[in-house]
């Protein structure tokens, strides 16, 4: 009892207790995995065979580029969610208070977090890397198997790092600071890799051939690159001693990491302990109140979305991905072939409706006080329809930029962009005001996962609403085409108040759309009731 | 005087029946306390009063207005505060009551010279610009009581409102609703404290399996007791264990 294995054991039952609760959003995600390893293996099975006439993959500057990067990528997203639990391992208190007022070492309870947080990430990513990589290893390369060693080397490294970034932070800017600050960074890392692949657009062509000259005198093309640059690929397919050497160095990084940060774990932890995001008490005039249910609601969803530090996180990922489009209108367009200025606002016009969809998602379905605000003798669409403005306001601003300098290149081209990014930011906030899924803002990322029914219908209509934009941009009558279906996709999707109601009642029901009804509504109901969910 | 509350054959049943046939009737400017054991269908009772949960059966008029038909009518002059404050933990008092004087429609103005009054009276104007999520459970207790009266509310309906709460946080509390009552207001409480229930209540209603055991003055109770002089909590034990 109290050893580093019996906690583990504590932790990981507790971990999967977590994973198994969920209802309907943990089934929504069973089924989007579902879908996912099923793609993988459709894809796995023949390039399984397609590889067993090749040998093993010879180390050429192109193999090894892509398998750098390949590594690069899921190193960056590891790293990203690393440091994210990273810091919960400090602040979710859990079970963290009853553990550290034992007889057990702070650096042990450490350790046991530290070892599920790998864990998890070994475990999530192998789950997404087996449907494609079993059947190449079961039928043409056995020796590939080895790439699980390199993805528990990345896990262990990533929490490593995960670990030591979060005492860093917590040194710099202080645990008031460190939940939020580990929010944006992690943002930044994980888009850190699509915008260094926008590289060429970012930094202009000259300077990306002068990096790659600078890379390829260290690797020679006709030769193969012999040290670190070629590891990742030759652990990835079997060569095991580079395997023990990366699963090595990412245990010393790690236990290094643990050593380091366990020292001051208890000090670190405890300060978390507590930690609230009041302010000082003010002697500053009181200000008015706004009138009406509907600005008085505005306003607090204004307040919630700007203080919801994890969700100005993912808005600010958004943004990021947004960049190199801002940065090719300033650029100018064009000159490299690969981006027209309807390109600029299909693409433009699609991220508008994704993030105002995220937006909405959160202002429509979080709400901490549902009673409150059902006890209001106001209407429930007074309310959403404020609760999607707060949403989409500020995406206004945040295109505002793109869009003034696309005005500025073509008048009509500004108009385009502009009514296309309306039509899709309007459209998302329909979907997810008609499909929303009533949860707690704090309760809110671990069970209430959007709709799944809200997730395609904003993909289709956001996709068809930026091709219409891209063609109209592009002068073309087939415009009206994909506009049409946009409309008439979005009217399918409709629901009625009664629809909503019920549904925001009992998670359990199957989400519907107005026109898929009567009989078929029943039954599905009736078969989704049979499934036992975690009712909260 | 008036009727405040009016309940007639209320039913709700979930597993097995929650509330069974109540008829119930609260005074206008009586301060009304519902007890009972745990499980005994109080928070369900007044979860449907306050239009939380549709009932399966019966009628509710809350002074006069019909709250199944008109709901809307009913919460307009309505208020409820459960025992788990509806709160938003990342607003400050100042800004969750502008939002719940917005729900309710209170102008602006009042609003704001309300919420300034009533943050005051319940001790908590120091901390009007700090956000809830730092708030000790008196304190959150307190705002959501602050965002229950912001409307002035003909019926208060509050369910375990002193739960939790150290000595200070319940005088005030039971202060604020004294001054209510006394202010022409009608309140109903469920309670565990017999002795509040004892000190404060105009009225006493027991309930149990869904049903009214008893309703009454305190003395009116020891009567149906046989316990002359008993305290609140033998009479209530004698009546339940009956």
């Not at chain 1, 090749?54 to 440091?83: E, K, N, Q, R, Y």
């Not at chain 1, 068809?464 to 506009?483: R, T």
Request: hydrophobic content about 55%.
């Amino acid at each position: 009892m109290g050893s580093t294995a019996w906690l583990l054991a504590h932790e990981v039952r507790l971990t999967w207790r977590g994973a198994r609760e969920g209802g309907a959003a943990h089934r929504g995600q069973l089924i989007l995995l579902a879908v996912m390893a099923a793609v993988g293996l459709f894809l796995g099975v023949p390039l399984g065979f397609v590889l067993r006439s090749v040998g093993s993959i010879p180390l050429t500057f192109v193999s090894v580029a892509i398998a750098d990067l390949v590594l690069a990528a899921v190193a960056t997203l590891m790293m990203a969610a690393t440091l994210v639990a990273a810091t919960e391992a400090f602040y979710t208190r859990g079970d963290l208070d009853l553990l550290l007022s034992a007889p057990i070492e702070g650096r042990r309870v450490l350790v046991v977090r530290a070892l599920v947080i790998a864990f998890n990430m070994f475990a999530a990513s192998s789950m997404l890397i087996t449907p494609m990589l079993a059947p190449i290893v079961v039928i043409s390369h056995p020796a590939w198997a080895a790439s699980y060693g390199v993805l528990a080397a990345l896990a262990l490294f990533a929490t490593g790092v995960g670990l030591i970034l979060t005492l860093l932070l917590l040194r710099l800017i202080g645990p008031r600071r460190t939940r939020a600050g580990a929010q944006v960074l992690a943002a930044i890392i994980g888009a850190a890799l699509f915008v260094s692949s926008q590289a060429q657009i970012l930094f202009g062509q000259d300077r990306i051939h002068l990096a790659i000259n600078l890379v390829q005198r260290g690797v020679r093309v006709d030769r193969p690159p012999a040290f670190a640059y070629a590891w990742p690929l030759r652990a990835m397919t079997g060569d095991v001693g580079v395997v023990a050497l990366l699963i090595m160095g990412a245990g010393l990084v790690f236990a290094g990491a643990c050593w380091w940060v366990g020292r001051s774990y208890e000090t670190q932890a405890s300060a978390a302990n507590g930690v609230s995001s009041t302010l000082a008490a003010s002697s500053r005039p009181l200000r008015r109140f706004v009138g009406g249910t509907f600005a008085a609601t505005l306003h607090k969803e204004w307040r919630l979305l700007s203080r919801d530090v994890p969700l100005m996180s993912q808005v600010l990922l958004r943004v990021l991905y947004l960049l190199p489009l801002v940065f090719v209108s300033i650029r100018g367009v064009g000159h490299d072939g690969t981006w027209s200025l309807p390109t600029m606002v299909s693409a433009i016009t699609f991220m508008a409706g994704q993030l105002a969809g995220s937006l909405a998602w959160i202002t429509v379905s979080a709400e901490d006080a549902p009673d409150l605000i059902a006890l209001a003798p106001v209407a429930p669409a007074i309310l959403r329809r404020a609760k999607i403005a707060a949403a989409l306001s500020p995406l206004l601003l945040l295109l505002a930029g793109p869009l003034i300098i696309l005005t500025m290149r073509s008048a009509y081209t500004g108009l385009v962009a502009a009514v296309g990014c309306v039509s899709a930011a309007i459209a998302s906030g329909l979907i997810n005001g008609w499909y929303q899924r009533p949860a707690r803002r704090t309760e809110f990322r671990r069970r209430a996962a959007a709709s799944m029914v809200a997730g395609l219908a904003q993909f289709l209509a956001g996709a068809l609403i930026s091709a219409a934009a891209g063609l109209a941009a592009d002068g073309s009558i087939l415009a009206w085409a994909p506009a049409v279906l946009a409309v008439v996709a979005i009217s399918a999707m409709s629901r009625d108040e009664q629809q909503m109601q019920a549904l925001s009642a009992d998670e359990t029901r199957v989400e519907t759309p107005r026109w898929l009804s009567g009989a078929w509504l029943g039954w599905l109901n009736r078969r989704a009731r049979q499934i036992p969910v975690g009712q909260s | 005087m008036a009727e405040a509350l009016v309940i007639k054959g209320l039913c709700k049943t979930f597993d097995k029946p929650a509330v069974d046939h109540l008829d119930l009737t609260v005074r206008a400017g009586e301060l009304y306390a519902l007890l009972g054991p745990n499980g005994a269908g109080k928070t369900t009772t007044l979860r449907m009063v306050a239009g939380l949960l549709r009932p399966d059966d019966g009628d509710i008029h809350i002074f006069g207005v019909n709250a199944r038909t008109d709901a809307k009518s009913a919460k307009r002059i309505t208020a409820w505060a459960p025992d788990e404050p509806l709160l938003y933990d990342r607003l400050t008092p100042m800004e969750y009551l502008e939002f719940v004087s917005g729900l309710w429609g209170v102008d602006a103005v009042i609003a704001r010279d309300r919420a300034e009054s009533l943050l005051t009276w319940l001790g908590l104007w120091e901390s009007r610009d700090q956000r809830c999520e730092g708030f000790s459970r008196g304190m959150k207790q307190k705002t959501a009581l602050a965002g229950a009266l912001i409307h002035e509310p003909k019926l208060l309906i509050l369910d375990e409102p002193l739960t939790g709460l150290d000595a200070a946080a319940a005088r005030v509390v039971k202060d604020v609703l004294s001054a209510r009552v006394a202010a022409g207001a009608t309140v109903i409480l469920t309670t565990h404290i017999l002795d509040v229930a004892e000190r404060m209540a105009d009225r006493i209603g027991i309930i149990q399996h869904g049903r009214l055991l008893a309703e009454g003055t305190l003395a009116e109770l020891r009567g149906r007791s046989d316990r002359r002089g008993a305290s609140l909590e033998d009479v209530f034990l004698t009546l339940t264990a009956a």
